[in-house]
């Protein structure tokens, strides 16, 4: 695959943004223990997708169940909070000796782009994923024009 400096140098700087995006949140949300903030909410990974159709919000959520996580969207920010509790095996443990996993409440607010309808959205939890869809308008679903033989335009 050949670089194309003017073609691509747009993509590449979305790319290099979108990554710089996902190392942050790792830091400050997900997974990484960060002495005083601890106890501070903490944010699962997210992907969006959008289809011709619809947008879907594809949300880690390993080891919770379906009635722990709720989903709120308000204009175009779709809010997914809930809570994950510490396994009761780990209760009687004498130490931490490797903290990863993250538990107790979570956040996280989605900027979701215009055209997703805001009275059609679904959500269900399934191998420990969270998947959202929004259904998108109908003014910004995408349509095909037919083109008429110039014969047909001139009588138009």
Same mark, same amino acid.
């Given at each position: 695959?050949?670089? *194309? !400096?003017?073609? $691509?140098?747009?993509? +590449?700087?979305?790319? #290099?943004?979108?990554?710089?995006?996902?190392?942050?949140?790792?830091?400050?949300? +997900?997974?990484?223990?960060?002495?005083?903030? $601890?106890?501070?909410?903490?944010? !699962? !990974?997210?992907?969006?997708?959008? &289809?011709?159709?619809? &947008?879907?919000? +594809?949300?880690?959520?390993?080891?919770?169940?379906?009635?722990?996580?709720?989903?709120?969207? #308000?204009?175009?920010?779709?809010?997914? *909070?809930?809570? @994950?509790?510490?396994?009761?095996?780990?209760? $009687?443990?004498?130490?931490?000796? *490797?903290?990863?996993?993250?538990?107790? @409440? &979570?956040? *996280?607010?989605?900027?979701?782009?215009?055209?997703?309808?805001?009275?059609?959205?679904?959500?269900?939890?399934?191998?420990?994923?969270? &998947?959202?869809?929004?259904? @998108?308008?109908?003014?910004?679903?995408?349509?095909?024009?037919? +083109?008429?033989?110039?014969?047909?335009?001139?009588?138009?």
């Amino acid at each position: 695959m050949n670089f *194309r !400096p003017i073609q $691509d140098t747009q993509q +590449v700087i979305s790319n #290099l943004q979108d990554e710089m995006n996902r190392m942050f949140q790792r830091v400050w949300h +997900v997974g990484v223990s960060t002495p005083p903030l $601890d106890g501070q909410e903490w944010a !699962p !990974p997210v992907d969006l997708y959008e &289809f011709d159709d619809r &947008f879907v919000l +594809v949300a880690e959520a390993p080891g919770l169940e379906a009635g722990s996580i709720e989903v709120h969207q #308000l204009g175009n920010i779709l809010t997914i *909070r809930g809570e @994950k509790q510490k396994p009761a095996l780990i209760a $009687d443990a004498i130490s931490t000796l *490797r903290r990863e996993c993250r538990y107790g @409440k &979570f956040s *996280r607010a989605i900027e979701l782009p215009n055209g997703a309808a805001k009275d059609k959205v679904s959500a269900k939890c399934h191998g420990g994923l969270l &998947f959202v869809t929004v259904q @998108k308008t109908e003014t910004s679903k995408p349509r095909t024009i037919k +083109v008429q033989s110039a014969d047909a335009c001139e009588t138009a």
